[in-house]
């Protein structure tokens, strides 16, 4: 590199934002975490690249809350269908889970705990399970039902 190279500051292009510090990104996240966990927002997905604190983020943050909450490896989709029966008010974190979120069965049942009907006003999200009569038999065997309202979140 030549000496006498012209030292300035790199120009903000128009119409594209500056990015953010890793401080300004770990203070989005917790802001972020803590509209799911007050209701406000029903999920939230959390991306990037491993080691950057995404994961003690979320559970740091949700510690300070009085929103029960559960952390969830990977695992089939009568499996997550089960774990949000059974955590239907609390706060799931689904974490590292890649085969799952290659699993259209698994995407639809997180995408029935995060949407809902709005009727009056109120929002109601139902999950449902079809599936034949083994895996009913299974779930009943378990005393989970084949659909629950879910008031819960999903990070």
């Not at 209701?39 to 510690?63: C, E, F, I, S």
Request: with cysteine; proline share 5%; charged share 15%.
């Amino acid at each position: 590199m030549a000496t006498n190279a012209p030292r300035t500051k790199p120009t903000l292009q128009a119409g594209v934002a500056p990015r953010m510090t890793y401080l300004q990104c770990i203070a989005n996240l917790e802001t972020q975490v803590k509209l799911v966990a007050n209701g406000a927002r029903y999920g939230l997905l959390v991306t990037g690249t491993g080691g950057n604190g995404k994961t003690w983020t979320v559970g740091h943050t949700l510690a300070k809350t009085t929103r029960p909450y559960v952390f969830l490896k990977d695992c089939t989709p009568q499996g997550l269908y089960m774990k949000l029966f059974f955590s239907r008010n609390a706060i799931l974190v689904v974490e590292d889970c890649p085969t799952m979120l290659r699993n259209d069965r698994a995407l639809g049942i997180l995408k029935m705990a995060t949407a809902g009907i709005t009727h009056r006003g109120l929002v109601t999200r139902t999950v449902e399970w079809t599936t034949g009569a083994a895996g009913t038999k299974a779930l009943e065997n378990a005393g989970v039902p084949t659909q629950f309202i879910f008031t819960g979140g999903v990070i």
